[in-house]
């Protein structure tokens, strides 16, 4: 492969937003060529290189690129294929945080391609001698895991490397050190290397080219691969990132600056108790998805109940006739007091498990926690007590959904039985044992009230506490939240197993 070039033609990308980052620009990176692209915060630098590695994610917006990419034999019309020919080495790492820190160079080398076959790969792992393999990924620090990621891009063998701020997190020594690996490479293989960065001192020893991103002129341009002449080009280029320094350096005043300014400003932190309260009470219950589901639960158990409850008792022909007002009143009190509830908190302690618990391991494994705790923010406060409350409310609304749901799916299946029969003698009878048992009728919401309180509490804590646990990896958050159903869901039964025979003790 040794003496092909990577060529760039006609390149523009347009954001979602409808601006354009570069227009019809041009640029090749040659056969042992190491190329640095610089341009300001925000220029565009990371869309170049996620439209070079086809990793432009359309589910962000609707992105529009045009122009191609070719090397050696074969060329890519960029606005109709991904790009496949480039290795790239993410900024923020992308590290597999399930597997140890050998499994993240052992994956890649067994699914290398042709590229990497015979190829030394001791310079690349002297990058790791400080590292043990099987050391979790949690527990390197920022520069291990960025010297794993780019050890790891580098096993792989893709014909074409790209690295995005390859050097952010490493010190002066390693820095070097990982400049000189990626050369060898770079003449060893043959192979084009473009990294975009924007410390490049260290670089710049080994660089061939500079390339500059240039927001004014929205394309790519050569610069003198020194400091002194880079510092010019990139004086006087204008960006939001870059606009936004300048104006903070000289006090000018910045496009959004008095939005920010008033954001600045202290206000009352009770309002993002009710701010995350909401949150909260949207997913756990108001949300049309969670509406329907409980509507369609409810009106599944109205029908069965009644259907079977007619259709396949030992009496069935006696209940048709002449027991059918007491069968009703009977199923209708089962199913107000015991089933609908217990389905309804069964369904509802099940999905609202998972997603406190998938929120709370995703907030753990990112920090967010002892962020808050930096921030003097009473994080943990504002969660647990937002979720204990909006679960329980949710519960109970939605078991009064599922109850109407049921209610009315009863009666349309009664009414399929008897259609001669008002509806008000359905009405009579279905809710006549509530209504009979007079001020038992108090106590009957009682123990259905006991039963919801309960399951909610002892479901979402159990979420709590499980989705707080430290977590190393998004495997163990999957693994949380499984055990958080199963958990949830026993700890539901066994509330209303209780509370049934609490009710009927006599
Ligand atoms: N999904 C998106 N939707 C809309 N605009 C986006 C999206 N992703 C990025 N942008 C915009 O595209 C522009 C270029 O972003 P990009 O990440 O490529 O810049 P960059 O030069 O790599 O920045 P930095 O050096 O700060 O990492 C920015 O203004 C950014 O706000």
Not at 29 to 45: C, D, R
Not at 53 to 70: T, V, Y
Not at 298 to 305: E, H, P, Y
Not at 330 to 343: A, C, D, E, H, K
């Amino acid at each position: 492969m040794s003496g092909q070039v990577l060529s760039i033609s006609g390149l523009t990308i347009t954001t979602p937003n409808g601006v354009d980052l570069v227009r019809d620009t041009h640029f090749e990176v040659g056969a042992h060529e190491l190329v640095i692209i610089i341009g300001p915060s925000g220029s565009g630098k990371t869309s170049i290189i996620n439209t070079l590695c086809g990793l432009i994610d359309e589910r962000d917006g609707e992105w529009k690129i045009a122009g191609r990419l070719s090397y050696g034999e074969r060329e890519i019309d960029l606005s109709t294929s991904r790009s496949d020919m480039c290795g790239l080495v993410f900024q923020g790492n992308a590290l597999f945080d399930d597997l140890s820190a050998g499994e993240n160079v052992k994956i890649a080398a067994d699914h290398a391609g042709e590229g990497a076959r015979g190829f030394d790969a001791t310079p690349i792992m002297s990058l790791l001698s400080d590292i043990r393999p099987e050391q979790p990924i949690a527990s390197c620090s920022g520069g291990q895991k960025q010297r794993i990621a780019i050890a790891r891009t580098l096993i792989a063998g893709h014909p074409i490397l790209i690295l995005d701020e390859p050097n952010s997190g490493l010190d002066i020594i390693s820095s070097r050190r990982l400049a000189g690996i990626i050369k060898d490479i770079c003449v060893q293989r043959g192979t084009p290397v473009l990294i975009a960065a924007h410390h490049v001192d260290d670089l710049l020893p080994l660089a061939d080219r500079v390339l500059m991103l240039d927001t004014r002129a929205r394309t790519v341009r050569p610069v003198a691969p020194d400091m002194a002449s880079i510092e010019r080009a990139m004086r006087g280029l204008d960006s939001e990132g870059e606009s936004a320094l300048a104006a903070a350096e000289t006090g000018a005043t910045a496009p959004q600056a008095d939005a920010w300014q008033g954001l600045a400003r202290r206000g009352r932190p009770g309002r993002w108790f009710a701010r995350y309260f909401a949150e909260y009470f949207w997913v756990l219950c108001a949300s049309p998805f969670m509406l329907a589901y409980l509507g369609l639960g409810g009106a599944i158990l109205g029908f069965v109940s009644i259907w079977f409850g007619f259709n396949y008792h030992a009496f069935g022909g006696y209940l048709k006739s002449i027991l059918h007002d007491e069968t009703l009143a009977g199923i209708g009190f089962v199913q107000t007091t015991i089933s609908v509830p217990l389905i309804a908190s069964i369904l509802v302690v099940a999905r609202n498990s998972a997603v406190i618990c998938a929120d709370l391991g995703n907030r753990t494994l990112s920090a967010q926690l002892p962020a808050m705790r930096n921030l003097a923010i009473p994080g943990l406060r504002y969660l647990v007590v937002s979720i204990l409350v909006a679960n329980t409310l949710s519960l109970a609304l939605l078991t009064v959904a599922a109850l109407a749901t049921a209610s009315w799916s009863a009666l349309q299946t009664w009414q399929v039985f008897f259609p001669d029969q008002p509806p008000e003698f359905w009405q009579e009878n279905y809710f006549r044992r509530l209504i009979e048992a007079g001020p038992a009728l108090y106590a009957q919401l009682g123990w259905v009230s006991a039963k919801i309180v309960l399951s909610s509490v002892l479901g979402s804590g159990a979420a709590i506490l499980i989705g707080l646990r430290p977590k190393l990896s998004v495997v163990s958050i999957n693994n949380a939240i499984a055990k958080a159903i199963v958990i949830g869901v026993s700890l539901t039964l066994l509330s209303h197993a209780f509370f049934a025979i609490m009710q009927f003790w006599r």
